[in-house]
């Protein structure tokens, strides 16, 4: 819901801290999936099949449409 807080902000701040807890979030993510390989450890589950779509749709429109564009996934 971040993403979307923040492309429609109509506040530059709004936008800032919006955005900020869109990457904060993605740091927390890449923390956790660089010592496991699921979010929860060794297990798959829901929230990993939660997870692939958001992270698909990030670059080609979170990214741009949203203005998510402090870093690329791939930059992770």
């Not at 958001?54 to 690329?72: D, P, Q, S």
Request: with cysteine.
């Amino acid at each position: 819901n971040g993403v979307y807080k923040a492309g429609f902000a109509t506040d530059q701040t709004v936008y800032e801290e919006e955005a900020g807890h869109v990457f904060d979030a993605l740091e927390k993510l890449d923390s956790i999936l660089a010592d496991n390989k699921f979010l929860l450890g060794d297990k798959f589950t829901t929230s990993d099949i939660r997870l692939f779509p958001t992270l698909i749709r990030f670059e080609h429109v979170y990214y741009g449409h949203f203005k998510c564009n402090i870093k690329h996934l791939t930059d992770f």
